[in-house]
């Protein structure tokens, strides 16, 4: 991770405010699942890719947490600072847009943890023939690549392809996407064809990256706010590790979770408190469905064939 969160006060957080209203031009108010969060920016580029990713929310509504996008050559690259009493988060000379996605989406997520029951997922999400499954890994594991390998089937259906957020709803544990289209990269379709009429359309910036509306290939039928979750898929990539499947038991998939930071680097406040809710919920969560780990260290299709017999073959 190329960043690092510093908590500040509330009287550091209005000494910045003060600071750097000046550099305001934008205002955007976006609904991230319930929770009303506000854009504030001098940079057209964020603006527009922000309008993009998130749901409108009435500007009538009061914010419930803010993300201001600033410019500072002084204060150093992709500075971040949080006050968590305010949900105000500052993030300076932010150069990849993909971080300032995940951290509003984690601004949210700090305010429904601590208040409504409602978890963070670091993940995709898809629901095959009404079962509700997710993908976790961490970078290069190849979570993006197999969550699309699956959505080539065509009744597979996609909630998330990056986060989620999810509750414990009795026996069940529900979970529900917040984002309006999604974040892709250039060379999704040198590995999946399928999609390359998705990657022609879309405008990438200079990380190769573009805010695209997935139903232009997939159509809308197949984009999901909720679904029950059924199966997780923990991905990993160790080419001295013989096995590609294993089946884990819930505190085995929870010690692999926590070891790697439940694959969540933008999560804003790490305390005891709220590693505590984590875990808990991650127990839950671990208890209510079928747990494998995929060694992804063979081709894309290889272990899309591993993960699809998992899933009961698509």
């Not at 600033?70 to 993030?91: A, I, W």
């Not at 390998?149 to 996407?177: N, T």
């Not at 999609?195 to 695209?212: P, Q």
């Not at 139903?215 to 001295?240: A, F, Q, S, Y």
Request: glycine share 10%.
């Amino acid at each position: 991770m190329a960043y690092a969160v510093e908590i500040i006060s509330m009287e550091q957080k209005e000494k910045l405010v003060e600071q750097y209203t000046g550099q305001v031009l934008y205002e955007i108010k976006s609904e991230i699942y319930g929770c009303c969060i506000k854009l504030l920016t001098g940079s057209s580029f964020v603006k527009n890719a922000w309008e993009e990713s998130f749901y409108f929310a009435s500007q009538n509504v009061r914010s419930h947490g803010r993300l201001y996008v600033l410019e500072d050559k002084t204060v150093g690259e992709n500075r971040v600072y949080y006050d968590p009493h305010s949900k105000s988060c500052f993030l300076f000379n932010m150069d990849y847009y993909g971080w300032i996605k995940s951290l509003a989406l984690s601004v949210a997520g700090d305010i429904l943890e601590d208040n409504h029951g409602i978890y963070s997922v670091h993940g995709a999400c898809l629901d095959l023939r009404g079962q509700g499954v997710c993908i976790l890994g961490g970078s290069g594991a190849g979570k993006t690549t197999h969550t699309y390998g699956l959505l080539r089937q065509p009744k597979a259906r996609v909630v998330s392809d990056d986060w989620f957020f999810a509750r414990i709803f009795g026996e069940e544990i529900l979970a529900y996407g917040s984002e309006k289209n999604f974040y892709i990269r250039a060379d999704l379709a040198d590995i999946w064809k399928e999609f390359s009429g998705l990657v022609d359309k879309a405008v990438f910036d200079e990380k190769g990256r573009a805010v695209v509306d997935l139903r232009w290939v997939i159509g809308k039928g197949r984009i999901l706010p909720l679904t029950t979750m059924e199966n997780v898929i923990l991905l990993k990539r160790d080419p001295g590790q013989e096995e590609i499947v294993r089946e884990l038991d819930g505190k085995e998939a929870l010690a692999f979770l926590e070891a790697n930071g439940y694959f969540n680097p933008h999560l804003l406040v790490k305390s005891d408190f709220k590693r505590d809710l984590r875990s808990r919920f991650f127990q839950a969560l671990f208890a209510r469905t079928k747990v494998h780990e995929v060694n992804n260290k063979g081709t894309p299709e290889e272990s899309q064939r591993a993960i699809r017999e998992i899933l009961g073959g698509g």
